[in-house]
């Protein structure tokens, strides 16, 4: 029998899962990454948006199985960061620490700027950089985190709201304390109104804040329409 590697498609304590054979290229990718960052040059960095076995990310989980779900199992992801030996940060980055607080991919850039020296823009840049959250003295990190694709969420430690926003824009929350699994849809539950008011507010207060282009030396600003608006998808502040 071949040897398998088993890996984790959404949350540890659910059992989907998908099996890789020793010759499933997904293994080889997923051993290729680990090898990589052991044996990596000065800095190295690993996220993804997909299983690590670049299939969809639900995989059956909560009869989802295609990106743009907003439950655990297509929300997080891998991250995985290494600094320069002589960085000041490699103290800190290279020690084989957890950070269990909420980041997200908008967190990467002001991050890695920092270690590496190179200034942000004065305006317009969404993330918050996680030095001082991995050396354990940030003191005012964020306290929720939003996504969209498709449908919409706002995550705190405890909730989760979910906006669909397709047909009538319908809520679904979850308990993450309680129902990790997020099998139990308490939105109508009236002891949870005021938790729904909130992070509703909250989330379209995201979806309705809208920050200048960044401006970075060397890189001329968007010719049509307005310079101080994003002509693309617009993108939201940095956020505590």
């Excluded at 090898?35 to 190295?44: D, H, K, R, V």
């Excluded at 991919?105 to 317009?124: F, H, K, R, S």
């Excluded at 005021?194 to 309705?208: F, H, P, S, T």
Aim: with cysteine; proline share 8%; net charge positive.
């Amino acid at each position: 029998m071949k040897p398998t590697l088993e890996i984790i498609a959404s949350h540890p304590d659910r059992m989907t899962f998908t099996k890789s054979s020793s010759d499933d290229p997904s293994l080889a990718t997923m051993l290729g990454i680990l090898t990589g960052l052991l044996l990596a040059p000065p800095a190295a960095l690993h996220a993804a948006d997909t299983a690590p076995t670049q299939k969809p990310n639900m995989l059956g989980d909560l009869n989802r199985w295609f990106k743009g779900a907003m439950y655990e199992g297509s929300t997080r992801i891998p991250l995985l960061m290494k600094a320069p030996v002589a960085s000041p940060f490699a103290a800190s980055f290279n020690r084989g620490a957890v950070v269990s607080n909420m980041v997200e991919n908008i967190d990467v850039m002001p991050t890695l700027c920092e270690m590496v020296g190179v200034p942000l823009p004065a305006q317009g840049i969404q993330g918050r950089s996680m030095t001082k959250l991995v050396a354990g003295t940030e003191k005012d990190w964020k306290d929720r985190v939003f996504a969209e694709r498709v449908t919409q969420m706002v995550r705190t430690p405890q909730y989760k709201l979910i906006r669909e926003l397709r047909g009538n824009g319908s809520y679904e929350l979850y308990d993450l304390t309680k129902d990790p699994l997020e099998t139990n849809n308490i939105v109508a539950d009236p002891a949870r109104a005021a938790i729904v008011k909130q992070l509703a507010a909250q989330l379209e207060a995201w979806q309705n804040d809208l920050p200048p282009v960044p401006l970075i030396e060397g890189v001329a600003r968007q010719a049509t329409g307005d310079s101080s608006v994003p002509v693309q998808k617009k993108k939201r502040k940095a956020r505590k």
